[in-house]
């Protein structure tokens, strides 16, 4: 009876996505990275600790979607929790991660004033109650830093946030003047911080020893300082199978059991680091070699750093991740954790519960007494930022970014990164930067290799971008073409809502003075009560395109990613969270599973002219 359960629903879910099917088998042949057409279900999300995992060797495939997602029981929690190392090594996955109370943020719950479906229509003011505190857990009330000088006005009418691409600052600091090259500049001016987001990282600063970039600015520079690039990350793991007896091993179970499918990290965590630092040889010449190189297992000569044994277990889970946008992102921060609960909440009551984005909460590991390795130390925010929404606040996002991609420790994470869970840090012989350095400005507190603190002034440098622009060029010349595919994203015939129910257009911040971060930054009037354009809901969703890796969420989220903003699309030649889309086409007909109904309108009720009316109107975004 299992067994014809289970093949009643394997056939209902490929007529479902049947559509979407065709255009998705070439490429999935030939990318080798993983995707999915299995909606998640699964609501347990699992405590992860901090031991390094060891891969088995299975002879079957590992895509994310060979086994349908159910809950794990609290066997099976505890027993993945013992081989599953977190994927973002500041921040554990938190098995209260869709539960845990957050403060709203001065936005009412259930309101749909914030935030609009329709690209015409403004959304209306956030709140008319100034906020000057803010309950940051069921336990700790927090007091907002003082760095940003501002009085609290009246809350103002709402306005729209300035976009350009002009490298000019939003009014939250001076634009000051451009620094000269080999300048050492205090920062505070948009000139100083962008000169700093675009320093270049040397060893002697504590780069790497694994590292994909040597500044920010790499990976965030078209078309200006902020915005994205062509650069990718690459991330790894594997896939256990849990059967009912609560045993989890790299096979799937025999039907008619059902097992439940978890994601591992590879060694070390998921991510696969593109770069290293040159490692001494101890027979010469040559007297420098790349020891610590990251490469996606099996590595069977792993033993030449620390004397372990060989790597021998295979990652079949592989991913890239393209660079993100950081423009605009202080307004987005500035969006309160409500809003976009009532986003998920109206989402599954519009459709039907066929979209419903999924918000997590995860830590701010810059407030009070928050211990990275310890999640539940730390206050909770509704995540927003990167693919799988693992950051709240632009601080955590930063010192985040400065470990796993530049390989700088700093105050809110000091431990260095390891080589696939090789020690290669201060005191390995490779690093040659110590990671308990005090802060140049403040000796009593500790700053790692990040003694400056660059990690502040790459803060208040995306909190002072303003938001990518559309096109006015573009929908003055195309208007008639324009207006008929925004209209068209919004209103797809056949179905009961459109792109824009996920791609959420307009929306607005919180009023100014209100506390987030756990206490630690009251939003100013430059980011208060702003509308913003970003085109997305900033939630994870499953549309059959998941990378198949787990970080904050728990694995419920394995086959979801956030929905990319799309202000500023227009700047991107490689779509979708692995680039592997080159036209806009690609990436729509990619989509499925919570996507599937608008798909599936977007082939049969519309002609070629207005399929092409959509994408003109996303190339003037």
């Known amino acids: 009876m299992k067994l014809l359960k289970l093949s009643v629903v394997v056939l209902f879910l490929s007529i479902l996505v049947l559509p979407a099917i065709f255009n998705r088998v070439a490429h999935s042949a030939s990318s080798g990275t993983t995707s999915t057409d299995t909606t998640s279900t699964g609501t347990t999300s699992t405590t992860t600790s901090t031991t390094t995992s060891t891969s088995t060797t299975s002879t079957t495939t590992d895509s994310p979607s060979t ?14 929790s013992a081989t599953t190392d977190e994927a973002n090594k500041v921040s554990g996955s938190d098995a209260n991660a869709a539960s845990d109370p957050v403060d709203p943020e001065g936005v009412a719950a259930g309101t749909t004033d914030t935030f609009s479906y329709d690209p015409d229509t403004d959304p209306a003011a956030a709140s008319s109650t100034t906020t000057t505190t803010t309950t940051t857990n069921s336990t700790t009330t927090a007091t907002a830093s003082t760095d940003v000088a501002y009085a609290c006005p009246p809350t103002p009418a709402p306005t729209s946030a300035p976009a350009d691409f002009d490298n000019q600052t939003n009014g939250l600091i001076p634009q000051g003047k451009p620094i000269p090259p080999g300048a050492t500049p205090t920062p505070g001016t948009f000139e100083a911080d962008k000169f700093i987001f675009s320093a270049v990282d040397e060893i002697k600063d504590g780069l790497g020893p694994v590292y994909n970039a040597q500044s920010c600015r790499e990976c965030h520079q078209n078309p200006v300082t902020g915005a994205i690039s062509q650069i990718n990350e690459l991330r790894a793991g594997h896939n256990l199978y849990c059967d009912s007896n609560n045993a989890c091993g790299p096979n799937p179970c025999p039907p008619p059991q059902v097992c439940t499918t978890k994601f591992v990290d590879a060694p070390g965590g998921s991510l696969i ?10 027979h010469t010449p040559p007297f420098f070699g790349a020891k610590a190189q990251e490469r996606v297992p099996p590595l069977y000569t792993a033993g030449i750093i620390g004397g372990g044994g060989p790597i021998t277990g295979p990652e079949k889970v592989r991913t890239f991740r393209t660079s993100l946008n950081t423009l605009g992102d202080g307004f987005v921060e500035a969006v309160a954790n409500q809003t976009l609960l009532n986003i998920a909440a109206d989402q599954a009551s519009r459709t039907g519960g066929q979209v419903h984005g999924q918000p997590i909460r995860v830590p701010v590991l810059e407030s009070s007494g928050c211990d990275p390795t310890n999640p539940a130390t730390c206050a909770k925010r509704v995540g927003r930022f990167g693919w799988k929404d693992q950051h709240a606040s632009l601080l955590s996002f930063s010192g985040d970014a400065y470990l796993n991609e530049i390989g700088i420790t700093n105050f809110l994470i000091l431990t260095e990164n390891t080589s696939l869970g090789r020690f290669v840090g201060f005191g390995s012989g490779i690093d040659q930067v110590r990671d308990d350095q005090p802060c140049a400005d403040d000796p009593s507190k500790t700053c790692g290799e990040d003694t400056e603190q660059d990690i502040v002034t790459f803060t208040e440098f995306m909190r002072a971008t303003k938001a990518p622009p559309q096109d006015p060029d573009i929908q003055s010349v195309f208007k008639t073409d324009i207006n008929a ?42 980011l208060g009560n702003k509308i913003i354009q970003p085109f997305s809901d900033f939630l994870l969703h499953d549309v059959g395109t998941g990378d198949g890796i787990v970080q904050n969420g728990g694995q419920a989220t394995r086959t979801k990613v956030r929905t990319p903003p799309l202000w500023g699309v227009r700047t991107r030649d490689r779509l979708l969270h692995d680039g592997s889309a080159l036209t806009f086409m690609e990436a729509i007909m990619r989509h499925g599973v919570e996507a599937q109904p608008v798909i599936t309108a977007f082939n049969l009720n519309l002609n070629d002219q207005q399929r092409k009316q959509i994408i003109m109107y996303l190339e003037s975004l």
């Open 485 to 526: 595919g925004k209209a068209l994203f919004n209103n797809m015939p056949g179905v009961a809502f459109s792109c824009s129910v996920c791609h959420v257009p307009k929306m607005m911040t919180a009023p100014p003075c209100t506390v987030i971060n756990g206490g630690t930054f009251r939003i100013p009037a430059a």
């Open 273 to 282: 680091n593109d770069r290293s630092i040159p490692t001494k040889n101890t």
């Open 67 to 80: 086994a349908q997602e159910t809950p794990l029981t609290e066997q099976q929690s505890a027993a993945l």
